[in-house]
């Protein structure tokens, strides 16, 4: 499967690319840092470097595969583009990041730009959130 995504794109497959688009694909509901991903994949012997890591997600970005985020704090996640749009809470003290999708906000997105005189073309949402106190 990973073989024929990358070619379907038009990227050559090489070990580095299709290592790193398998662990998307495990992770497919976690978005990762490049470090998070170099961590993980030389944890279980794959011996790769961190630009190598660098470089195959731009790559992957470039050719549509992945969408990179980049939230608050500086760092930029990866997650694989599946398609459907969602929007995004990012705990300000773990840097958890957690997808969701709810219609009502998005019809009063449509709302708003209408009311303006514009339609979306596209957007994004991030709330930044912190764990309730007890």
């Given at each position: 499967?990973?073989?024929?995504?990358?070619?379907?794109?038009?990227?050559k497959v090489t070990q580095p690319r299709l290592k790193i688009?398998?662990?998307?694909?495990?992770?497919?509901?976690?978005?990762?840092?490049?470090?998070?991903?170099?961590?993980?994949?030389?944890?279980?012997?794959?011996?790769?470097?961190?630009?190598?890591?660098?470089?195959?997600?731009?790559?992957?970005?470039?050719?549509?595969?992945?969408?990179?985020?980049?939230?608050?704090?500086?760092?930029?996640?990866?997650?694989?583009?599946?398609?459907?749009?969602?929007?995004?809470?990012?705990?300000?003290?773990?840097?958890?990041?957690?997808?969701?999708?709810?219609?009502?906000?998005?019809?009063?997105?449509?709302?708003?730009?209408?009311e303006a005189g514009y339609e979306i073309e596209d957007h994004?949402?991030?709330?930044?959130?912190?764990?309730?106190?007890?």
């Open positions: 499967m990973e073989t024929a995504k990358l070619k379907e794109v038009g990227l688009l398998e662990l998307l694909e495990r992770r497919r509901f976690k978005h990762m840092t490049a470090d998070d991903i170099y961590r993980e994949l030389n944890k279980h012997g794959d011996d790769m470097g961190l630009a190598t890591v660098y470089r195959v997600l731009n790559q992957f970005e470039a050719s549509g595969l992945v969408i990179k985020h980049n939230f608050e704090g500086g760092q930029a996640y990866y997650e694989l583009d599946s398609g459907g749009h969602h929007d995004h809470m990012v705990c300000v003290e773990t840097g958890k990041v957690m997808e969701f999708f709810n219609e009502e906000i998005e019809e009063l997105q449509r709302k708003i730009a209408e994004s949402l991030v709330i930044y959130v912190r764990p309730k106190a007890s």
